[in-house]
């Protein structure tokens, strides 16, 4: 059996306090003001961006780094007609008969419902897969450990580092999401996790007037 091989940690800048104090306080800034945008221009984004955006999803944690995820980038027009249609028609059954009325009430505020106009209009979806198993280099099926979690961190990770590029995106989650594998020929050791839409936002777009929690109402110091 071999042994683990370890290289030296490429530290972070030694920075004071005060200068570290200010890079957070600077990109809390950047990151409180991103949106979730659902009225999208059809501008085109140069997908050497989107690569280094997923490039720093990869860099996420993972159960024994095993890197459970699969990053589909969807720029066909004809794809991405036939996701909104497959979406749309989940959507319809979600709105109609699978939400809760307290689950329809707390949606009001955000103004949803079942028509997807942006899947078609922004230049960019990004379909998640989490991979519920691998495969080595031998053949051998290998489990992932935690792999929910995982490709939860290198979702946020994406989001992140996709409002820091300059661009907007919305987390779209049709249940159930089965017909992605289909559309997009991915294996059967993949299941959808979510469906990011990335692009810039149109001129005209507007979003919720919502506010956040305090940081008093998330964090508690022992």
């Not at 699969?70 to 989940?90: L, P, Q, S, W």
């Amino acid at each position: 059996m071999g042994y683990p091989k370890f290289i030296p940690l490429i530290p972070p800048p030694n920075y004071s306090e005060s200068q570290r104090h200010k890079i957070a306080k600077e990109y809390y800034k950047l990151m409180n003001r991103r949106r979730t945008v659902r009225e999208f221009s059809s501008d085109p984004i140069s997908l050497d961006i989107i690569d280094d955006c997923i490039r720093t999803a990869n860099t996420a944690p993972s159960g024994a780094n095993l890197q459970p995820w699969h990053f589909c980038v969807v720029t066909d027009a004809v794809i991405k007609k036939k996701i909104r249609i497959a979406a749309e028609k989940e959507e319809h059954k979600f709105y109609t008969h699978r939400a809760t009325p307290e689950w329809l009430d707390a949606l009001k505020p955000l103004g949803t419902n079942e028509k997807k106009e942006f899947l078609q209009t922004a230049p960019v979806l990004i379909a998640i897969f989490m991979q519920k198993y691998g495969t080595l280099p031998d053949g051998r099926l290998c489990k992932h450990y935690y792999p929910l979690e995982s490709v939860g961190l290198a979702t946020g990770m994406l989001i992140s580092a996709i409002h820091n590029a300059g661009l907007v995106s919305l987390t779209h989650t049709p249940s159930p999401m089965n017909f992605m594998n289909k559309i997009l020929q991915r294996p059967e050791n993949e299941k959808p996790y979510l469906l990011l839409v990335v692009g810039h936002p149109a001129n005209d777009a507007i979003v919720p007037h919502i506010h956040r929690k305090s940081i008093d109402q998330i964090r508690t110091n022992i």
